[in-house]
């Protein structure tokens, strides 16, 4: 897959919970063979200040007035997040991508079981979006810290089911997103999530004690300064050795990580 370098025009930005952004960008070279778990590395001004690029995954796609766009998914956490939510209409950023493995499906798999906390719903939502309508039964299961930080229900799309808890019980199962895993592991034929590492160590004990040694793939969170490998940054310890994030990933299986 052809990796570009483009400055991609920013359309529309929307907070969609307290502070966290999505904002839709026009650039088709960048997203037309994009898939759902792939990501974009984003600076969004030309300096000195923010250095470094901030690497995102593709949230969702739309096809407006003849052409592709995308939009990514965020949290304001910094000055670079900050940068992205202020930016206006007809400003712009420079992107490169579309960078990383995505998910695999598999073609027998029928329930897909798709678990994520915090912004790492952006690309279950992206994969969500693709999924719907190729006879397959999806269950989304998210968890946050209290109800102002779910995901909105109504943006999803209407067939997919929408599992959520709440750290403090304020919005759906008290606990963590990981009980909700446990529950329909059993009923999943393939397993998908993305979020934070301290998710995915529970998550490979559940699968271990389950003992099926059912496929998980996740998509692994990492500092990334580059995205093409040559920082070595986002090294991953694997059991099959040491794996970079953004060249071999984000896509692993769970316990080859965990």
């Known amino acids: 897959m052809t990796v570009r370098q483009m400055d991609a025009e ?8 307290p502070g966290t952004f999505v ?10 063979a994009a898939q759902p778990g792939q990501f974009v590395m984003v600076l969004p001004r030309e300096g000195m200040d923010p250095f470094l690029p901030r690497a995102f995954s593709f949230y969702r796609f739309r096809d407006r007035g003849g ?23 007809g400003e712009s950023a420079r992107m490169t991508g579309p960078l990383g493995h995505g998910f695999e499906v598999r073609s027998s798999a029928r329930n897909l079981l798709l678990v994520g ?39 999803l799309p209407p067939e997919v089911e929408y599992a959520v808890s709440t750290e403090d019980g304020s ?26 590492t301290p998710m995915f160590r529970i998550m490979a004990s559940v699968v271990r004690a389950d003992g099926m040694r059912r496929s998980v793939q996740v998509l692994m969170e990492t500092e990334m300064a580059c995205g093409t490998g040559i920082c070595y940054g986002c090294a991953v310890f ?10 071999e990933g984000p896509r692993f299986e769970l316990l080859e990580v965990f």
């Not at 052409?67 to 209409?89: D, I, N």
């Not at 006879?135 to 779910?150: D, I, K, N, P, W």
């Not at 694997?238 to 060249?247: A, D, I, N, P």
């Open 171 to 196: 919005l759906g199962r008290a606990g963590l997103v990981t009980e909700l895993f446990t529950e329909h592991l059993p009923w999943a034929d393939q397993s998908l999530a993305c979020g934070p």
């Open 67 to 89: 052409e592709r766009q995308f939009a990514l998914l965020y949290a304001v956490v910094g000055e670079a997040t900050a940068l992205m939510a202020s930016q206006r209409a």
């Open 117 to 155: 906390g915090g912004v790492g719903i952006a690309p279950l939502v992206a994969l969500a979006d693709e999924q719907v309508g190729k006879e397959r039964t999806l269950v989304l299961c998210f968890g946050a810290r209290s109800a102002s930080g779910v995901y909105p229900a109504e943006l």
């Open 238 to 247: 694997t059991k099959k050795g040491v794996r970079l994030c953004c060249r």
């Open 10 to 17: 920013v359309l529309e930005t929307e907070e969609i919970t």
């Open 23 to 32: 904002t839709w960008y026009a650039g088709e070279e960048l997203c037309r």
